[in-house]
């Protein structure tokens, strides 16, 4: 099956600080790569959908200034976490579709990175 | 707005007995619905994924149904071992982007 990859897959940084997330698709091209957020206990909820080529669409109530997202190839989309906080302590998961696979519909997900800020 | 309930919450059973987990949704208009599981500190794995022209889906001891028109999934796991333990998520794409809509989660144990 298709593999997403996440870096790093922990990190904690200042407040104040900026903290990058790297999500790849391995095996295949992903044209479509969506972001999730998932506090302790809670259920994913999905932040921004991120298309190659263009500017991401958040969801609502998700500050797009302060999360900036950037899906520059087919194979790599990054979330960048700008002046962090210790709300913004989470576990962020990325997932991908596969459009050129058997299973389009299918979304393969990202090992995930928690993110503690101090 | 597509609203998607997980019945229970948690879930305790003895090896070998079979499990029932249940997911709700409030729109019927759905492309498909995921179940996934996750295990503690992970990432999620796909189990099944039902289309919303399917009424089933099978994968070894793991067999998902769907009922659209009620807005109801159930996964069923036959004869759970203990390393069923972890939490399953349903999920519902009810956009053509492939956005999905989690519920809570069923956190399962299953004890030796």
């Known amino acids: 099956g298709a593999v997403v990859s996440q870096h790093p897959s922990r990190v904690i940084c200042k407040s104040g600080t900026s903290v990058k997330i790297e999500c790849r698709s391995l095996?295949?091209?992903?044209?479509?790569m969506f972001w999730y957020r998932q506090f302790p206990k809670q259920s994913l909820m999905l932040m921004a959908t991120s298309n190659e080529g263009s500017k991401a669409t958040y969801e609502q109530g998700v500050e797009k200034d302060k999360f900036l997202i950037n899906h520059a190839s087919l194979t790599l989309s990054t979330l960048t976490v700008t002046s962090a906080h210790p709300e913004d302590s989470s576990f962020y998961i990325c997932?991908?579709?596969?459009?050129?696979?058997?299973?389009?519909?299918?979304?393969?997900f990202g090992p995930g990175t928690r993110l503690l800020v101090l | 707005k597509q609203e998607v309930t997980q019945i229970p919450a948690a879930l305790s059973v003895p090896e070998g007995e079979n499990l029932v987990l249940n997911c709700s949704f409030t729109?019927?208009?759905?492309?498909?619905l995921q179940w996934f599981r996750q295990d503690p500190g992970k990432g999620l794995t796909s189990l099944l994924l039902?289309?919303?022209?399917?009424r089933e889906q099978t994968s070894g001891r793991l067999n998902a149904s769907l009922d659209k028109s009620s807005g109801r999934s159930t996964l069923y796991i036959a004869a759970s071992q203990p390393g069923d333990s972890a939490t399953y998520l349903c999920a519902v794409n009810s956009d053509s982007w492939g956005k999905l809509q989690f519920g809570a989660g069923t956190q399962v144990v299953v004890t030796p």
């Open positions: 729109d019927s208009a759905i492309y498909n």
């Open positions: 039902i289309q919303s022209s399917q």
């Open positions: 095996d295949f091209q992903a044209t479509t």
């Open positions: 997932s991908a579709r596969d459009w050129g696979f058997s299973d389009p519909e299918t979304q393969y």
